[in-house]
């Protein structure tokens, strides 16, 4: 890999952890309306518990993938960035541009969530 593509996958990764943190914000806002009208309306009550669960998932999975960013933001100069920690081949670029907190190929990847 070479300078000018870690200094491009630094900053797409950089604007994914601006874009994944606000829409932390949203989704938290979402989960915690402060909106006390609907109260006593059963069905928004019960609507409105079923779209927490699935905006729990949603925040779960966006503070995982924030995580992994910021990890890999931390490892994006060292040598150990872009290699596959299981096979320790290159990750190809195609992939990194993608999905930059790769830290499997996609055959390694496939083989460890047993497809
Ligand atoms: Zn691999």
């Given at each position: 890999?070479?300078?000018?593509?870690?200094?491009?996958?630094?900053?797409?990764?950089?604007?994914?952890?601006?874009?994944?943190?606000?829409?932390?914000?949203?989704?938290?806002?979402?989960?915690?309306?402060?909106?006390?009208?609907?109260r006593?309306?059963?069905?928004?009550?019960?609507?409105?518990k079923?779209?927490?669960?699935?905006?729990?998932?949603?925040?779960?999975?966006?503070?995982?993938?924030?995580?992994?960013?910021?990890?890999?933001?931390?490892?994006?100069?060292?040598?150990?960035?872009?290699?596959?920690?299981?096979?320790?081949?290159?990750?190809?670029?195609?992939?990194?541009?993608?999905?930059?907190?790769?830290?499997?190929?996609?055959?390694?990847?496939?083989?460890?969530?047993?497809?």
């Open positions: 890999m070479t300078r000018e593509e870690k200094i491009l996958l630094k900053e797409s990764m950089k604007e994914e952890i601006k874009k994944l943190s606000s829409d932390l914000v949203d989704i938290r806002s979402k989960i915690y309306p402060d909106k006390e009208q609907d006593c309306d059963k069905t928004a009550h019960l609507t409105q079923l779209n927490q669960s699935v905006l729990f998932k949603q925040y779960q999975e966006c503070v995982n993938r924030l995580n992994r960013l910021n990890s890999a933001i931390l490892k994006v100069d060292t040598e150990d960035y872009g290699i596959c920690q299981e096979c320790e081949e290159p990750i190809p670029i195609e992939r990194l541009k993608l999905l930059p907190e790769s830290i499997y190929c996609v055959n390694c990847l496939q083989e460890l969530s047993g497809l």
